[in-house]
Nanobody, 121 residues
């Protein structure tokens, strides 16, 4: 599975950004987004099963971020609204090959490169 993340950039606090993750290759069971700020560990942001019947969000982003997938293609989105300065990080998409879904990095088998999100006050 190959993952290509894009859509990061600079936004002001309160603004919005949309991240994209293009997946190709084998069928996967779940997709997720993680983020890592400088000097901090990689943390879970959001996850969904491939068909979208289950979705999970980290508490800091609940109600502000939405993970979704376009049924016409293999692109997974992370819509980020009401951005905060503390959302600044490199964001990574990840895929889980076999059944199930998780909120920990070790639950995922394939990773894309990071896309930087910077939120200014």
């Amino acid at each position: 599975v190959q993952l290509q993340a894009s859509g990061g950039g600079l936004a002001q606090a309160g603004g919005s950004l949309r991240l994209f993750c293009d997946a190709s290759g084998r069928t996967v069971s779940a997709m997720s987004w993680f983020r890592q700020a400088p000097g901090k560990e990689r943390e879970f942001v959001a996850a969904m099963t491939w068909r979208g019947e289950r979705k999970f969000y980290a508490d800091p982003v609940k109600g502000r971020f939405t993970i979704s997938r376009d049924n016409r293609n293999n692109t997974v989105y992370l819509q980020m609204n009401r951005l905060k300065v503390e959302d600044t990080a490199a964001y990574y998409c990840a895929a889980r090959r076999f059944s199930g879904i998780g909120t920990m990095a070790r639950n995922y088998d394939f990773w894309g490169q990071g896309t930087q999100v910077t939120v200014s006050s």
